[in-house]
């Protein structure tokens, strides 16, 4: 970074700061933040050093891909990592208004406001409706929040209210926020699934996940670098701040970084917008040569593509998601790249889970799924497999054997 | 651009006095001021590439501006056109799936979706007596809510090459090189359009209608039909824009998130009044095209991108509340 | 009938009369002049406390820049404003009300969504630790109201729900809770119907009782002599006559606001009405003065049963008072507040205008009473508003009809410098009188066949007054038929062929051209 | 709808008393909010739920709390012919606020609960000074410093931040019967901001700002201070929301700001029957307006409706809402008559 520019950035920043400065009050109210906020003024944005990074959680996440799950291997969301088993035998027959079959299941639902979540919504309705024609659930009762973590805290607790709910399944919007929700569901006594974004507590039966941010965020780092030359420009592009699944990817990616010899020229905000994303890879591009191009989400990745198509450059090393538009881009530049994995099928498994906590086998209280990236050696199969799949779909969404596949993720 | 020497030479004196007297002159400074700053920070940027990848992705902004423009000199606001943007482009690809031959099907059904939107709009503004700001409010809600009921949540399907020429492609047609951007052509074609109809009886009687509803009635003009052909103006541009921006990056869920505001920013900062009967087309198209150099020198000064928004806040309001300064004394 | 003697009569001292009371407010020798024109000259006036003072005058006369300056919206040029004996002067409206002078202008300074109490007390309302004291709003204003006799208006009323009169009445209400000792009223019973003026008077005979010295503003003869005591005449600015209203008869009160001396200010009438074919192209062939525009039983809400012709190449005037429906008959024509019974023709053929586009496609032009709300877009070019009306109608023809709009502005006598930059200066900037001329100018390119002119010449110089004259001579020379709403009677007189004087609404009679203002003021008043 | 024309014919000097008495917006409000609880119950009930069983009425009355503060702040801004597009962001900072100040600390509660007021009453002040001071149309303020406080709160605050103590959780979580703390206080300040309408001279002086500001002026009225007032309040009513939202998260988010609270707010003020353009409305009419959003909200969720289809009725019921009213606007009694009508010319139809 040239210093006039990281001088005027500051000039800027600072001018701001005292612009909004009635909004700060004195630090002697906040003694907990304060340090903090000296550090996150600069405009360098480092992930490993923010509070998001967990050396411990980072260690865990990164181990845990070499680690080979158990379970059946044909059904990667009934798979385990490292599970630790608990016993839900209490949980049994017991509980609501119906024994044996016809439960009520009851799913709280962040949203269904982007094309992961709509995926793998699909693909947990139709994993409900092979329990209700066995007969194991009855009610499938959903509550969608549409991405108000207010409004989730009330559904969650209108089921916990209702009182006939067999078990409730969460898909957290935010983790630190849906807690106390969560640990009143918990107290209520009907089995608690939580998946996708945890909570901070560990009163529900399983918490289901893939590996997680970290490994995420790694996987890709750790691809650039090992693809590219000591010395070369990566540009980081980013969703938007503040949510833990996607910090925990930057702040690994970061770390990663950090450790080697990969220069960072840039960390974007672009909230998932293809114009956004391709304006500003364009306007990088204008200013130097981008060898790699990380992502935390796969959202508009085929817009980062075509910014360098349209500007005349070589592929950068690209750092994906495993959407179809982005595996179909891939395959068409045979660009050197990754399709990162966030296992959308593990939307089956809370399903598959209430099943065996009503039938009273054990299930892992922390239900770690596999998350495997898409590399080159994959991409014709999965391209192959998911040929008639919409763009935006997810190719590890995990429902090929479900009765109604494939109109319903096609017709959708 | 296509204006003859004499008429430009005619007109100059009088943009001349204009940019003077209104806000307009503000917007200009600014937009003349960022671009000065990105080229000394970055004289890459002065680059004809450059700036024709600058005139690229400003295109869709500036025809969105011209059709906010229309809306708001005539006394109303538009809030739908974000929506209307993402509905487009959604449905664009839903039913073209990428097959070249439904391309122009296709445009033609969006064509008339997005007049159906702003007829909507401008009737129920006009004949229901619902203000515009809750008219289009409510449309934003229906259309965001209704093209999701519609796929499920997330789009579907893909835009056709043919289709994503117009955003994405250039003249001459090779990737690198120093290219005319369709998109350019495009608002130009707009705008010229668009300065055109300003200046003909359309125009005038609207932003008359805009400046006195009462006296422009009373002179013969049907002001219902007229504010609601700014209307059907506001979403066709829409439409444009949503060609656009499909065809600059292709479908994403969020496309078309946040526009309205934009596009009603540009205007303002172009020194339009909200209320109507002030300002000109162009002064609304320097707003947009001084909006994204905003943007772009963010950019370039590496401003971390959090704390963009708190910039552009500050200097709208600086930059309104000027306006508002010079034309007060 | 002019008579000399009325030019100046001795005003009667008060202070010199021990009978009177002391006056609450003096006016001595005010003028005001606006942009270099002088409106009032030298103007004495005194107030006394329990009397009304019934000011008198033409449009034009400087009456309401009188009421301003007593309200504090108008600050004199020269003179001296004396309250209680003691030189005052009123910076904003708001401290003229504070100091006990109030006044009801024509426009309703009232909230409609608000109560009666609420509306009253506003600014001043009663509080009670802290919070406003509903209970002593209500009762305060009840007791006001009740005080005036008016139980008919309950305090929480929403205003919006009262009818005109009573909203005129609680403006008053409003005023008199100010504790004002001095109210003026702008022509109040002027949005009021018949029935609704016995309220106003019932109110401002218990207010004369009450000790308030009231300043009245009004043209109806009738209502000067049921209310006031003293009445003062104003004439072109200048003060012509103070004197007790039993001392002065009608007639020659009349005489005295209308005597003037136009001699040569009103152009000829040429010696025959009849249109010349020396116009080119819209309309040889025509038979000449053919009736142009016909009203045969036309009502509406505010009209009833009007019968009217307007022939080619004639000017007829509507007389009357204000609110007496002139500009209700306008509106009726143009389609702006349709008719909704009788019939209408243009040129022979019978019309439905429901709108002013129709109004305009038959043919027809309005030039409107209210120049800055209904007639120009203010903050337009003089070019843009000029054509407007070509715009709005006639788009297709209008670049190539507006190319004689610098002609038609030229030959209305706009300066050559506004002509020249018509398309960059706008309108707002230009003085009353070029403004007016922009309207005629915006109707004149669509070559009307029947043009309204509604109080044409109100507020504008006299050059500019000269001009319409002189235009209204050449569109009847041209074959076009004018219809002429004025409240100035001279103008009337002198330019129409035919006078038509309306009362409440209907045509109370038909006079020549000529005629005599006291015929037409007599007609207008009911007093005939 | 029959206009009552005729009826105005006889206005004179007794009218007034024996004007036929007409339901006023906040009435239809509350009529429609009963009918739409009909509608809704016996739908549910169809299905064999029941909309009013105690889990239900909670989470309506949960689901008010939230927009309600700001809505009833945002009734002030919008009486005064203002509006206010930052109260979303004004939320989330204050949640922020809130629990990066009571960090877990049970005696910090009070500290906190000041600190977010405070810090909203301060953009409240900003925003009212630009828009007063400064004449910056209301929605580019406010646009603008939503934006400000957007870059803020994404720079300083990475995520969820701050930690509120269990003591304070209780606004969020408490119930009393089925009825929440949160909007026993919501409906508190609800009946503040009432009595700050109907019974102080600032409640009174905002009417008159937002019906005719000359009028205002002319009687006397700091017109300028009364609109920094509303803005004031307004925020300060969207800081409580975000104490709200620190309560029920446990934590400040600033995510909240994405909720979409700023044109909800101003969709339930219009629900509720106050005009668009100041000078007329109720508090009462906005929680009305936010107690059916509120009932359609719950109906859905217990219908298991598709939350976009949500998104389309609520676009439709707002439009379809203000043009009713826009219907009802038209006074019959203070347009003048004289003559009785065979037909019902409305005057300059053609002025849209």
Not at chain 3, 198 to 221: F, K, N, P, T
Not at chain 4, 331 to 349: C, L, Q, Y
């Amino acid at each position: 970074m040239r210093p006039i520019r990281a001088l005027l950035a500051g000039t800027a920043a600072a001018g701001l700061l005292l612009l909004t400065a009635c909004t700060t009050d004195a630090p002697t109210e906040q003694p907990p933040a304060a340090e903090k906020s000296a550090a996150e003024e600069e405009p360098a944005e480092s992930g490993a050093e923010s509070e998001w990074f967990v050396q411990e959680d980072y260690d865990r996440e990164l181990a845990q891909r070499d680690v080979e799950p158990e379970g059946p291997a044909d059904q990667p969301w009934l798979q385990a990592i490292e599970p630790e088993y608990v016993d839900t035998a209490d949980f049994a027959g017991e509980g609501g208004t119906s024994e044996g079959g016809d439960k009520t299941l009851c799913f709280s639902n962040a949203s269904v406001s982007n094309p992961w979540r709509v995926t793998g919504w699909i693909t947990m309705q139709q994993q409900v409706e092979v329990l209700q024609e066995e007969g194991v659930i009855g009610e499938f009762r959903v509550s969608d929040a549409a991405d108000d973590d207010n409004k989730q805290i009330s559904d969650i607790q209108a089921f916990v209210e209702a009182g006939d709910c067999d078990a409730i399944v969460i898909s957290p919007s935010t983790t630190a926020t849906l807690t106390p929700a969560v640990e009143a569901a918990c107290e209520s006594g009907t089995p608690v699934i939580v998946f996708d974004r945890g909570v901070n507590t560990d009163c529900m039966v399983t918490f289901i996940h893939p590996i997680g941010g970290y490994a995420y965020g790694a996987v890709g780092a750790e691809f650039l670098v090992d693809n590219l030359d000591p010395g070369a420009t990566v540009l980081a592009l980013r969703i938007l701040p503040g949510v833990d699944v996607l910090e925990h990817r930057w702040a690994a990616a970061d770390k990663v970084f950090s450790e080697s010899d990969i220069d960072v020229v840039g960390v974007e905000f672009t909230g998932g917008d293809g114009a956004k994303i391709k304006d500003l890879v364009t306007q990088y591009l204008q200013r130097g040569e981008i060898d790699g191009i990380w992502m935390d989400a796969g959202d508009g990745a085929v817009a980062a593509v075509e910014a360098f198509e349209d500007a005349g450059q070589p592929y950068p090393v690209f750092v994906g998601e495993d959407e179809m538009s982005f595996l179909r881009k891939w395959d068409e530049t045979g660009m050197t790249a990754i399709g990162n994995v966030y296992s959308n099928f593990q939307w089956r498994t809370p399903i598959l889970a209430a099943q065996m906590i009503w039938a009273g086998e054990e299930v892992p209280s922390e239900w770690v799924l596999p998350q495997e990236p898409v590399v080159q050696e994959d991409l014709a199969d999965f391209l192959e497999a998911n040929a008639d799949m919409p763009s935006l779909h997810y190719a590890k969404f995990g429902g090929e054997d479900l009765p109604g596949y494939p109109e319903a993720w096609t017709d959708r | 651009m296509t204006l003859t020497a004499e008429t430009s030479r005619s007109t100059a004196r009088q943009w001349r006095e204009r940019l003077l007297s209104g806000g307009s002159w503000t917007v200009l400074a600014l937009l003349v001021v960022v671009l000065v700053v990105i080229v000394v920070i970055n004289p890459s940027f002065a680059e004809p590439v450059s700036l024709m990848a600058f005139a690229k992705k400003a295109a869709p902004l500036v025809v969105l501006a011209v059709g906010q423009y229309f809306v708001i000199v005539s006394g109303e606001f538009d809030l739908s056109v974000g929506s209307l943007v993402g509905a487009q482009v959604v449905i664009a690809a839903r039913l073209m799936d990428g097959d070249e031959a439904l391309t122009w099907p296709v445009l033609g059904l969006m064509l008339v979706f997005g007049l159906l939107v702003g007829l909507v709009n401008g009737l129920v503004t006009t004949l229901l007596r619902v203000p515009s700001f809750i008219t289009t409010l409510g449309m934003m809600l229906v259309l965001f809510g209704a093209i999701r009921l519609w796929t499920g949540g997330a789009p579907t399907g893909a835009l056709s090459e043919s289709f994503r020429v117009l955003g994405r492609k250039g003249f001459p047609d090779v990737p690198g090189q120093f290219q005319v951007p369709y998109a350019l052509l495009v608002a130009l074609v707009v705008v010229g359009f668009a300065v055109l109809l300003m200046r003909r009886p359309f125009g005038r009687s609207l932003v008359a209608a805009g400046d006195n509803a009462v006296a422009t009635a009373y002179s013969g003009a049907s002001v219902w039909w007229l504010r609601t052909r700014a209307f059907l103006l506001s979403s066709f541009l829409a439409t444009v824009a949503a060609v656009l921006i499909g065809g600059f990056a292709g479908v994403t869920a969020q496309v078309g998130q946040g526009l309205e505001f934009m596009a009603i920013t540009a205007v303002v900062l172009g020194g339009v009044a909200l209320g109507g009967g002030r300002g000109t087309v162009v002064a609304a198209m320097v707003g947009a095209l001084a909006l994204e150099a905003l943007f772009t020198l963010f950019n370039q000064l590496a401003l971390p991108s959090t704390i963009r928004p708190a910039v552009q806040g500050v200097i709208i309001i600086v930059a309104v509340a000027y306006a508002a300064r010079r034309r007060r004394t | 009938m002019r008579a000399d003697d009325d030019a100046h009569i001795a005003v009667p001292d008060p202070e010199s009369d021990p009978e009177s009371p002391d006056p609450v407010l003096r006016l001595h020798g005010v003028g005001k002049e606006f942009f270099g024109t002088s409106v009032l000259r030298d103007i004495d006036l005194t107030l006394l406390p329990g009397q009304v003072h019934a000011l008198v005058g033409e449009n034009g006369a400087g009456k309401s820049t009188l009421m301003k300056i007593v309200a504090g919206v108008h600050r004199p040029d020269t003179g001296a404003i004396e309250l209680d004996g003691a030189p005052v002067s009123f910076p904003t409206p708001l401290d003229a009300q504070q100091a006990g002078v109030a006044t009801v202008f024509q426009e309703f300074n009232l909230l409609p969504d608000r109560s009666v109490a609420e509306n009253v007390y506003l600014g001043r309302e009663p509080l009670l630790r802290g919070l406003v004291d509903r209970r002593r709003l209500h009762a305060d204003t009840s007791h006001l109201l009740d005080d005036l006799g008016l139980t008919s208006i309950t305090p929480w009323a929403r205003v919006g729900s009262l009818s005109v009169a009573q909203q005129q009445v609680v403006e008053i209400v409003k005023a008199v809770s100010y504790d004002a000792r001095i109210i003026s009223m702008d022509e109040p019973t002027a949005a009021l119907a018949e029935q609704e003026v016995a309220l106003l008077y019932e109110l401002i005979g218990r207010l004369r009782d009450r000790g308030v010295a009231i300043l009245y503003v009004s043209h109806r003869l009738q209502e000067i002599y049921d209310l006031a005591d003293t009445i003062t005449v104003l004439k072109d600015g200048n003060h012509m006559l103070t004197a007790p209203a039993a001392e002065v008869s009608p007639d020659r009160l009349v005489r005295t606001m209308v005597g003037r001396d136009f001699a040569g200010f009103f152009p000829d009438k040429p010696a025959d009405t009849v249109p010349t074919d020396t116009v080119p192209g819209e309309v040889p062939g025509e038979v000449p003065g053919e009736v142009r525009l016909a009203l045969e039983g036309a009502g509406n809400q505010m009209v009833d049963d009007i019968d009217l012709e307007v022939r080619a190449g004639e000017i007829v005037a509507l007389a009357g008072l204000q609110g007496s429906g002139r500009t209700e008959i306008a509106h009726g024509v143009f389609g702006i507040a349709p008719f909704t019974r009788g019939r209408m023709t243009v040129d022979g053929q019978p019309v439905h205008v429901r709108t002013p586009r129709q109004g305009v496609r038959h043919r027809l032009a309005l030039v409107t009473e209210d120049r800055k709300s209904e007639g120009l877009a203010l903050g337009q070019s003089v070019l843009a508003n000029a054509r407007l009306v070509l715009d709005a109608v006639l788009p297709r023809a209008s670049d190539r009809r507006a190319r004689g709009i610098p002609g038609v502005l030229r030959s209305l006598a706009v300066p050559a410098s506004t002509v020249a930059s018509a398309q960059d200066v706008e309108v707002q900037y230009l003085s009353g009188g070029n403004q007016q001329k922009v309207v005629l100018a915006k109707w004149l390119v669509t070559e009307p066949r029947v043009i309204v002119l509604d109080e044409p010449t109100r507020g504008i110089d006299v050059g500019a007054k000269r001009a319409v004259y002189d235009l209204m001579r050449t569109l009847t020379a041209e074959g076009t038929a004018v219809l002429l709403i004025s409240s100035e009677l001279p103008e009337v007189v002198a330019m129409a062929d035919r006078i038509l004087v309306l009362r409440d609404g209907r045509i109370a009679g038909e006079l020549p051209g000529g005629s005599e203002e006291e015929a037409i003021m007599a007609l207008a008043t009911g007093a005939a | 709808m029959t206009a009552g024309t005729g009826a105005g014919t006889k206005v004179g000097t007794g009218a007034g008393s024996a004007r036929r008495h007409h339901l006023g917006s906040t009435e239809i409000v509350y009529l429609a909010l009963v009918g739409i609880l009909v509608i809704a119950g016996v739908l549910v009930a169809v299905r064999g739920g029941n909309l009013f069983a105690q889990g239900n009425v909670s989470y309506m009355l949960t689901q008010t709390s939230l927009l309600g503060f700001v809505a009833v702040g945002q009734t002030l801004v919008v009486l005064c012919r203002s509006l206010d597009l930052s109260v979303g962001y004004v939320v989330a900072l204050c949640s922020l606020i809130g629990a990066t100040t009571m960090a877990g600390d049970p005696s910090r509660v009070w500290l906190g609960v000041v600190a977010a007021l405070a810090v909203a009453a301060g953009v409240g002040l900003v925003n009212g000074l630009i828009i007063s001071a400064l004449r910056v149309n209301a929605f580019i303020a406010t646009l603008g410093m939503g934006l400000i406080v957007k870059g803020f709160l994404d720079t300083r605050f990475k995520g969820p931040e701050g930690e509120v103590p269990l003591a304070f959780q209780t606004f969020g979580y408490t119930r009393i019967g089925p009825v929440p703390v949160s909007t026993i206080v919501m409906l508190l300040v609800a009946a503040a901001a009432f009595v700050l309408l109907t019974r102080t001279r600032a409640g009174y002086h905002m009417f008159a700002v937002g019906g005719n500001l000359d009028v205002a002026r002319l009687s006397g009225v700091r017109t300028g201070r009364t609109l920094v007032l509303a803005h004031v309040l307004c925020s300060l009513c969207a800081g409580v929301a975000g104490l709200l939202i620190a309560a029920r998260f446990g934590t400040g988010n600033a995510l909240v700001y994405s909720y979409g609270l700023d044109l909800d707010s101003i969709a339930a003020v219009v629900l509720g029957g106050t005009l668009l353009f100041g000078g007329r409305g109720s508090v009462v009419g906005t929680v009305g307006g936010v107690a059916i959003l509120a009932v359609l909200d719950t109906a859905f969720n217990v219908l298991d409706v598709n939350p976009f289809f949500k998104d389309v009725l609520r676009g439709v019921i707002i439009i379809a809402a203000v043009a009713l009213y826009a219907r009802r606007q038209i006074d019959p009694a203070s347009r003048r008559v004289r003559f009785g009508t065979k037909g019902s010319a409305a005057r300059g139809g053609d002025v849209a």
